[in-house]
């Protein structure tokens, strides 16, 4: 069994969407990261970064309980454990490895940070906008070139995939960016219909849509985080 201490976010979809895709059993602990649950001391004992997602199997390697943090570590683990969305042959798996690094230290933080300054900054920078929506437009160019060549974009249907998905997907409301990078919008139709990926969506996706009040404001992005712990 694997507890994955979870909220609805891109990182914590990934998650999902891989026990989706693969099947492994699994059961969500809720961590709200608006409400500070991020910086419990049970939590920090397992994502010592105090972040989601985190995972603690029940059937570790040597058969007794592992826990891990860090969404890539994750899909790594998960894909080592499953055998499944992870090749096993060097030359494969390191086009996968490749391609996750590249969602991990360069989609998510550059979205990210987008995504931070266009609607959840109090004020509005356009130097940042700028910054960070030139970036992300950049990177949807990668993307889309390495799907000329590729159905997906490690060849097959991968962690890489899962993990690039749902920083990305949100792209599709903007239809303009597609209009001119056909490949994306071909890779993003075909994973948003994966049965799999529809479930893992859709898990806690009833939450209510909330804008951001001063006290969630506070613990996401104030001097809570600066705490040492």
Sequence with gaps: MIDLYYWPTPNGHKITIFLEETGLEYRIVPVDIRRGDQFKPEFLRISPNNRMPAIVDSDGPDGKPFSLFESGAILLYLGEKTGKLLPRQTRPRYEVVQWLMFQMANVGPMFGQRGHFLRAAP???????????????????????????????????????????????????????????????????????????????????????????????????????????
Aim: hydrophobic share 35%; proline share 7%; charged share 35%.
């Design 123 to 229: 004020e509005k920078i356009p130097y940042a906008i700028e910054r960070y929506t030139n970036e992300s437009r950049r990177l949807l160019n990668v993307i889309d070139k390495r799907l000329s060549e590729n159905e997906f974009l490690a060849g097959d249907y991968s962690i890489a995939d899962i993990a690039t998905f749902p920083w990305v997907v949100g792209v599709r409301r903007e239809p303009e960016q597609l209009d001119s990078r056909p490949n994306l919008k071909r890779w993003l139709d075909a994973i948003a219909e994966r049965p799999a990926v529809k479930r893992g969506l859709a898990v806690m996706a009833d939450l209510p849509q909330q804008p951001l009040d001063e006290e969630a404001r506070s613990i996401l992005y104030g001097s809570k985080q600066f705490e040492r712990r």
